[in-house]
């Protein structure tokens, strides 16, 4: 009796490592790559640290030139020109 215990823990086992191994290949590649659903169209842009606050933002909200500081916003832009 005890043999027939221990032999359906064994099987239980086996029956659970298989099935997550198995969960695991399926779901494997899929997960590797952000899938295009996923991020949309939107492209990668390049975050830009703002010279008044610190916060970073997408260089296509920059306020300023490309030569001096960049600004996350107009207002900032003036109060670290008014310093």
Known sequence: MK?????????????WVLRAKKATLRSGPA???PSAS???SRE???MLQCAHCGVYFPASEAV???AGPVFCSEQHRLQHAAR
Request: glycine share 8%.
């Open 3 to 15: 043999l027939l215990l221990w032999l359906l823990i064994v099987a239980a086992v086996v029956k």
């Open 44 to 46: 990668l842009e390049m």
């Open 64 to 66: 300023g030139n490309a």
């Open 38 to 40: 996923r991020t949309g």
């Open 31 to 33: 997960h590797a790559e």
